[in-house]
């Protein structure tokens, strides 16, 4: 129990206001139905990585010194080594688009092809401008 008491005892005001974002984000989700696939997981990971001493993020242990937490692992191979996260995250969105208004009106269809031409017109004119 005293390691729950000293975990207690580390939680700071900002902490809290974090948990108090993530509980209104789960709220969100289950009883007002607003985006469940995005803020449920964005409320429980507001809590999760707020919570003291769980070892998320990097800290410093007695004895053994720094240690790195699953955040910056998740960050220094899923996004610095091989950015795959940012892919697998615009594939999930994607997967979760709803076509329902792209079929009941199809001319929308432009719409999509300029956004995508904007993108890529963005990209390749910003690759060739440096400053």
């Known amino acids: 129990?005293?390691?729950?008491?000293?975990?207690?005892?580390?939680?700071?005001w900002q902490q809290c206001v974090m948990y108090l974002v993530g509980i209104v984000l789960i709220y969100l989700?289950?009883?007002k139905n607003y985006e469940p696939s995005l803020l449920?997981?964005?409320g429980?990971?507001?809590?999760l990585v707020n919570l003291p001493?769980?070892?998320v993020l990097n800290q410093t242990i007695e004895g053994i010194g720094?240690?790195?937490g699953i955040i910056e692992w998740l960050y220094q191979?899923?996004?610095?080594?091989?950015?795959a996260m940012p892919i697998l995250l615009f594939i999930g969105i994607g997967a979760m688009i709803d076509f329902g208004p792209l079929l009941s009106m199809p001319s929308m269809f432009l719409f999509g092809a300029a956004a995508q031409f904007g993108i890529f017109f963005c990209a390749e004119c910003?690759?060739?401008f440096r400053f």
């Not at 390691?3 to 939680?11: P, R, V, Y």
């Not at 429980?44 to 809590?47: P, Y």
């Open 1 to 12: 129990m005293e390691f729950l008491w000293e975990g207690l005892l580390q939680i700071t």
């Open 29 to 31: 989700a289950i009883k």
């Open 40 to 42: 449920l997981p964005m």
């Open 44 to 47: 429980f990971g507001a809590i």
């Open 53 to 55: 001493a769980s070892g």
């Open 66 to 68: 720094n240690v790195n």
């Open 77 to 83: 191979i899923g996004i610095e080594a091989s950015e």
């Open 126 to 128: 910003g690759s060739s």
